[in-house]
């Protein structure tokens, strides 16, 4: 934790990433705010206290949150005091496939965000992402494709997808329709070099070696890289064709819980939503 206990209490506004009973009446709730980063509070009395909390205080919901920091005991959990329900994004905890995503998103951003360091670019990112699937303009699948690169990016973990990691030709100039992307590395490698490493010799299929990387086309990594720097104001405009869509989901899904080195339960509701659709 890096907050300074003497600053007072502190409204701003939250979104809400996971919430835990504790006891009887209380409950323990993470939220990713705006000017505080990722926190954790303590909600005194919130399952019975209806005026202090607005709203049901559900999954993925925006509020303008109060707190106060423990005043005789330092170690304490912050205090929850009010809750104000900004938007409760209702499109999305209504349908389960949306629910899948955002789950998956807000465990990305709980398991990879140190506590209590502002980061208001990704409040905004996935403010935004979760807004988007609400309006329902974009396909949800896009809009993940486009949550999941801008916040590597973000967190200083952009994958490199316009040019050849070994030789350093520019993926236009490569004479191949496909190249490989090594998880480990976040980068493609053309053909040949690939060939030319040590122990590599996976077959040439779409989705060949998944343990390790993917093969993805060229179209694919030039709409990543597109998405990746895009203003969101012109999010709308992206078009993605089912195949590009696959081979996306396949290259971030895979390589963010290799680069954040753990499993997330929230991807394997989200095959499951995806298998039954
Ligand atoms: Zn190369």
Redesign the pocket.
């Known amino acids: 934790m890096v907050f300074d206990k003497n600053m007072g209490d502190f409204s701003t506004d939250a979104i809400l990433l996971r919430k835990v009973e504790y006891g009887d009446h209380d409950l323990i709730i993470t939220f990713l705010t705006r000017d505080k980063g990722k926190i954790c509070v303590m909600a005194k009395n919130a399952k019975k206290s209806v005026r202090r909390f607005s709203g049901a205080m559900d999954l993925f919901s925006v509020n303008h949150i109060q707190c106060a920091f423990p005043k005789k005991n330092r170690d304490a959990m912050i205090n929850l005091c009010q809750t104000v329900l900004e938007n409760g994004f209702s499109h999305i905890r209504y349908d389960v496939v949306n629910t899948a995503y955002a789950s998956y998103w807000t465990e990305i951003v709980t398991q990879w965000l140190e506590e209590g360091k502002a980061q208001p670019d990704i409040f905004e990112l996935l403010y935004t992402a979760l807004e988007m699937v609400d309006d329902g303009f974009i396909r949800t699948e896009v809009i993940s494709l486009l949550f999941q690169i801008r916040f590597m990016r973000l967190s200083g973990f952009s994958p490199g997808l316009d ?7 520019g993926i236009e100039a ?1 004479d191949s329709a496909r190249l490989w992307f090594d998880f480990k590395a976040g980068r493609v ?6 060939g030319n490493m040590p122990g590599s010799q996976e077959p040439a299929g779409p989705f060949g070696g998944r343990a390790q990387g993917c093969w993805v086309s060229k179209g694919t990594l030039k709409q990543l890289s597109w998405i990746n720097t895009v203003e969101m104001a012109r999010a709308d405009r992206i078009k993605f064709s089912p195949i590009a869509i696959k081979e996306g989901e396949i290259l971030l899904e895979s390589f963010i819980p290799f680069h954040i080195g753990r499993h997330f339960n929230s991807l394997n509701f989200l095959y499951k939503m995806r298998s039954e659709i």
């Open positions: 040019q050849c990691d070994a030789c350093c030709t490569i490698v053309c053909p040949q070099c690939k």
